[in-house]
């Protein structure tokens, strides 16, 4: 650890968990907390766009080309928390 690191200590209910350790195993992490780390890099990577304007995420499958609009009530609150008026219902 870095001398200007610092530790946190998260509690998660059982599902949560076992998310961020299926994370962990299917993606090679070493440590919990380099998934937390690389997840809060993409939420700043998402806000920075939404900051822009940009709402929607478009996610396309590379052997075929097709593509869709990726929708998740998480991915929402992000979005639209920049843009109350986009707000559709409360959470």
């Known amino acids: 650890m870095t001398p200007d690191a610092r530790k946190v200590l ?3 209910d059982p599902k949560a968990y076992e998310r961020l350790k299926t994370v962990q195993k ?4 070493a440590f919990p907390n380099d998934v937390v780390r ?3 890099s ?3 990577a998402l806000r920075d766009n939404a900051k822009e304007g940009f709402h929607k995420i478009t996610v396309t499958n ?8 990726f929708a998740d ?3 929402e609150l992000l ?4 843009f109350p008026q986009d ?5």
């Open 42 to 44: 993409v939420y700043f």
């Open 73 to 75: 009530p998480g991915l």
């Open 79 to 82: 979005l639209t928390c920049y």
């Open 26 to 29: 299917e993606c090679g992490y």
């Open 10 to 12: 998260f509690s998660f």
């Open 62 to 69: 590379p052997r075929t080309g097709k593509e869709r609009i």
């Open 87 to 91: 707000k559709q219902k409360p959470r």
């Open 38 to 40: 690389d997840a809060l």
